[in-house]
């Protein structure tokens, strides 16, 4: 155990959980904990403009990487300015660390001083005090031990008074007790494969924390002879799989929809059954419903289930798969007549655009062939969004990533920039709106543009507040308050160091793809549409 001061064991204890990456700003609190992390560790520290995007950062970079998300804000005002951020990551089930500074404990009339207990307990995300300068080993680990097991942010408040103080730093990183659960045997498990023996027409259902179990949710398909569906949040799992029919829910497809609707059993794993899965219980009725999940709470969240299995979703369906193959059950034959392209196929865009827009339909069809194949797809939140969703495809679930689980728009580009240090060899694309881009979007895209990354901005302009303006067009009210004249995104990305083209037509949306072959970094592609054109939000 060597002595030190706290600010360097800090940073050491970080780097001891294969810590590589730290988002953060700078502040009195916690700057030269960045400073040790990257002179003395050997990390990457990425500097954002406002607090907020670190934590966004982090979480993307989870996702996409697999690896604990690290941020670091300092005290106040800093921290308040991530609540919106850290809801996000609480309800996308981020596992990031949030070194966060505090004000010193012998002036509790400091300027910035606030209850940062308080202040993160209203978020859902967990908390942890940096309790002593001797038990920084034993805090640092715990909070990087909880980010694992919770799957939620976990802040680790460190008083600034500490920073210069020495101590002895020992060492510790906590083993992760992390033993996917089986199924135990018993009425639930028989009851399930009961269900799912006698279904006719059974589908398969895969959320979030059904990810990990691609293989063995495809062998229980292909055995069950059932599609497979995601939820929104696992979109991409099955991409490749012949009998994936995508977006389960109000996101499907019109063809989609009916055969959900005409399914017996759907067996859920890892879902929470969302409103929008459901369509509101819609698309449950008059069928038989498994829920299966490791987390009890999520169990009848939605709607309450026919049978529940709290279990690991690979485990659980391997489980399935064993009766099955014991009690010798023939398949369901329900794949056998499938028509997959018209499963996955959404209504083709055949709007004509006024003269000065393009069609938003039809474009994004065309991004959709022309945008790189292995791209990371993120997407920002607004009434653009939802055909996003639905038009544009990702090679797996890691691959997608939506910063709308707060329900909060000005999230994305920030979201785009963890993600493209979690996938450096590959492109992100990002979609945003242009009232979430004027929100939160400027105040990073420099930081791309500093960091290198090859990163695909597509804005959907239609100069409005869409969700807002389409509720005044219903009531026949006048819509002008949700209308902005924007200046020019193109010009604002060329001034922060990015290129981009316009675009108003057909021809120079082929004129943007061929200039985005030339890119060298950030690359912001101008889509100018009409409100009434845009479609509304499949929610």
Same mark, same amino acid.
């Given at each position: 155990?060597?002595?030190?001061?706290?600010?360097?064991?800090?940073?050491?204890?970080?780097?001891?959980?294969? @810590?590589?990456?730290?988002?953060?700003?700078?502040?009195?609190?916690?700057?030269?904990?960045?400073?040790?992390?990257?002179?003395?560790?050997?990390?990457?520290?990425?500097?954002?403009?406002?607090?907020?995007?670190?934590?966004?950062?982090?979480?993307?970079?989870?996702?996409?990487?697999?690896?604990?998300?690290?941020?670091?804000?300092?005290?106040?005002?800093?921290?308040?300015?991530?609540?919106?951020?850290?809801?996000?990551?609480?309800?996308?089930?981020?596992?990031?660390?949030?070194?966060?500074?505090?004000?010193?404990?012998?002036?509790?009339?400091?300027?910035?001083?606030?209850?940062?207990?308080? #202040?993160?307990?209203?978020?859902?995300?967990?908390?942890?005090?940096?309790?002593?300068?001797?038990?920084?080993?034993?805090?640092?680990?715990?909070?990087?031990?909880?980010?694992?097991?919770?799957?939620?942010?976990?802040?680790?408040?460190?008083?600034?008074?500490?920073?210069?103080?020495?101590?002895?730093?020992?060492?510790?990183?906590?083993?992760?007790?992390?033993?996917?659960?089986?199924?135990?045997?018993?009425?639930?498990?028989?009851?399930?494969?009961?269900?799912?023996?006698?279904?006719?027409?059974?589908?398969?259902?895969?959320?979030?924390?059904?990810?990990?179990?691609?293989?063995?949710?495809?062998?229980?398909?292909?055995?069950?002879?059932?599609?497979?569906?995601?939820?929104?949040?696992?979109?991409?799992?099955?991409?490749?799989?012949?009998?994936?029919?995508?977006?389960?829910?109000?996101?499907?497809?019109?063809?989609?929809?009916?055969?959900?609707?005409?399914?017996?059993?759907?067996?859920?794993?890892?879902?929470?059954?969302?409103?929008?899965?459901?369509?509101?219980?819609?698309?449950?009725?008059?069928?038989?419903?498994?829920?299966?999940?490791?987390?009890?709470?999520?169990?009848?969240?939605?709607?309450?289930?026919?049978?529940?299995?709290?279990?690991?979703?690979?485990?659980?369906?391997?489980?399935?798969?064993?009766?099955?193959?014991?009690?010798?059950?023939?398949?369901?034959?329900?794949?056998?007549?499938?028509?997959?392209?018209?499963?996955?196929?959404?209504?083709?865009?055949?709007?004509?655009?006024?003269?000065?827009?393009?069609?938003?339909?039809?474009?994004?069809?065309?991004?959709?062939?022309?945008?790189?194949?292995?791209?990371?797809?993120?997407?920002?939140?607004?009434?653009?969004?939802?055909?996003?969703?639905?038009?544009?495809?990702?090679?797996?679930?890691?691959?997608?990533?939506?910063?709308?689980?707060?329900?909060?728009?000005?999230?994305? #580009?920030?979201?785009? @920039?963890?993600?493209?240090?979690?996938?450096?060899?590959?492109?992100?694309?990002?979609?945003?709106?242009?009232?979430?881009?004027?929100?939160?979007?400027?105040?990073?895209?420099?930081?791309?543009?500093?960091?290198?990354?090859?990163?695909?901005?597509?804005?959907?302009?239609?100069?409005?507040?869409?969700?807002?303006?389409?509720?005044?067009?219903?009531?026949?009210?006048?819509?002008?308050?949700?209308?902005?004249?924007?200046?020019?995104?193109?010009?604002?990305?060329?001034?922060?160091?990015?290129?981009?083209?316009?675009?108003?037509?057909?021809?120079?949306?082929?004129?943007?793809?061929?200039?985005?072959?030339?890119?060298?970094?950030?690359?912001?592609?101008?889509?100018?549409?009409?409100?009434?054109?845009?479609?509304?939000?499949?929610?």
């Amino acid at each position: 155990m060597a002595t030190q001061h706290v600010y360097k064991s800090i940073a050491h204890a970080t780097k001891a959980h294969d @810590v590589t990456v730290m988002f953060g700003l700078m502040g009195d609190a916690n700057l030269f904990m960045v400073d040790s992390f990257v002179r003395d560790c050997g990390g990457q520290f990425v500097p954002a403009a406002h607090e907020g995007s670190t934590i966004l950062m982090a979480a993307a970079y989870a996702r996409v990487s697999g690896n604990v998300g690290v941020a670091t804000v300092t005290h106040g005002p800093a921290l308040a300015n991530c609540v919106t951020a850290l809801t996000e990551a609480v309800r996308g089930r981020a596992p990031i660390v949030v070194l966060t500074g505090d004000t010193p404990a012998d002036n509790p009339r400091h300027l910035q001083s606030i209850d940062q207990r308080d #202040l993160v307990s209203v978020t859902g995300a967990g908390f942890e005090q940096l309790r002593t300068p001797a038990t920084v080993g034993k805090d640092v680990a715990r909070a990087f031990y909880r980010a694992r097991v919770e799957q939620r942010p976990i802040v680790l408040n460190m008083p600034a008074d500490f920073m210069w103080l020495e101590a002895e730093y020992d060492l510790q990183v906590l083993d992760v007790f992390s033993a996917p659960i089986g199924v135990a045997e018993g009425q639930f498990l028989d009851n399930a494969v009961g269900m799912i023996a006698s279904a006719r027409r059974p589908l398969i259902l895969a959320g979030h924390g059904a990810i990990g179990a691609h293989d063995q949710l495809v062998k229980l398909a292909d055995r069950l002879e059932a599609p497979l569906a995601t939820t929104l949040q696992a979109k991409g799992l099955f991409q490749d799989h012949p009998y994936n029919i995508d977006i389960f829910g109000t996101l499907s497809t019109p063809a989609a929809y009916e055969l959900i609707a005409q399914s017996d059993c759907v067996i859920c794993f890892g879902t929470a059954l969302h409103d929008f899965t459901t369509d509101r219980g819609k698309l449950m009725k008059g069928k038989r419903i498994i829920q299966i999940d490791v987390d009890p709470e999520v169990i009848g969240g939605g709607l309450h289930p026919d049978v529940a299995l709290l279990a690991d979703a690979g485990l659980a369906a391997e489980t399935i798969l064993f009766w099955l193959n014991e009690a010798e059950i023939p398949p369901s034959g329900f794949t056998h007549d499938l028509d997959i392209a018209e499963l996955i196929t959404h209504p083709v865009g055949t709007g004509k655009a006024e003269d000065g827009v393009i069609n938003y339909v039809g474009a994004l069809q065309r991004l959709e062939e022309a945008l790189p194949k292995d791209r990371v797809l993120v997407t920002d939140g607004g009434r653009f969004m939802t055909e996003v969703w639905c038009r544009l495809s990702v090679p797996n679930a890691q691959s997608f990533v939506s910063s709308v689980n707060f329900g909060a728009i000005g999230l994305g #580009l920030q979201e785009a @920039v963890g993600a493209g240090i979690g996938a450096p060899d590959r492109p992100v694309v990002l979609f945003s709106g242009d009232g979430g881009f004027m929100m939160g979007g400027i105040n990073e895209l420099n930081t791309a543009v500093r960091l290198g990354l090859d990163l695909i901005i597509i804005i959907a302009n239609d100069s409005a507040y869409g969700a807002e303006h389409i509720q005044f067009v219903d009531r026949q009210m006048d819509p002008s308050l949700t209308e902005f004249h924007w200046p020019s995104f193109v010009d604002i990305a060329k001034s922060l160091g990015a290129d981009g083209c316009e675009v108003r037509s057909d021809l120079e949306l082929e004129n943007a793809l061929d200039a985005l072959q030339k890119r060298k970094g950030p690359f912001l592609i101008e889509l100018k549409l009409d409100p009434h054109d845009v479609p509304r939000m499949r929610i």
